[in-house]
């Protein structure tokens, strides 16, 4: 195996345990007798390693939940070929650090120094993620939230595709990041109404939960938002009527037929 090989097979394993439901479901692939073999392989090639190899191997390997002393020597080879990631590249590496909540010291603010030059670059879901990672890490990041607003307003204006998940993730990541950006929030509402039904539980509640965070009412949002979660109530977990029905609440929203 070079280093391609190993990086690709990585990412293919972590994609389709994923996919397939966790470890629950399905065992988890790092106790497979085979996967002191592929570490083998993954220390022999990671001098050669390059950026994306990095990346994707931190995102299997944090996808598949391994802690392993491999993960703290990929850390390393990212933080010293750094200046060289691209925008999907550093955004893996910050969900990486938040989704394994162990960051190496410096390495979230390392990623951050490298990205919010390169902000413009970033695509919407690279955005999401690394947004995610900062509110989930709880950063105090200002510079690179503002930052991320800015493009991802821009990107809204040029009718560039987001998937829901991107467009609730962004929302709720202003949240948690304390950052009032109304008029994207503003942006994102119009897209949710237009594209509503494409929306599943999890980005219907977290996008309401959202504005009514931050106390933001746009036109028909919770309207259009609250005919979709009725259609889509048998779907919805615990965590989600808890959420749907706290920002209805909270924002005085009349739905009564949501709510009973």
Known sequence: FDCINIATALHRIARCHRDRGGPSHHGNPTRDV???QA????????????????SGTLWALATLNYRGSELDTLFEAARI????????????????IATLKGEPTGLYEAVSDVAVPQ??????????????ATATLRKEN????????VVASKLIDADRPFRP???STIAWSMVLTQAREEPLFHKIAAKVVQN????GPQELTNTVWAF????????NLFEVVGEECKRKLPSFNTQNLTNVAWSYMHLAVDSPDLLD
């Open 34 to 36: 085979r996967w002191n």
């Open 39 to 54: 570490l083998h392989h993954l220390s022999r090639n990671l001098p050669d390693f390059q950026p994306r190899h990095l």
């Open 81 to 96: 070929k750094l200046r060289d990631f691209g925008s999907i590249d550093l955004a893996l590496v910050a969900w990486s």
């Open 119 to 132: 902000m413009s670059d970033f695509e919407p879901q690279a955005l999401a993620n690394i947004c995610w």
């Open 142 to 149: 200002d510079v690179l939230i503002r930052h991320a607003a």
């Open 165 to 167: 998940h991107e467009y």
């Open 196 to 199: 509503v039904g494409e929306f």
């Open 212 to 219: 009514a965070s931050l106390g933001v009412r746009s036109e």
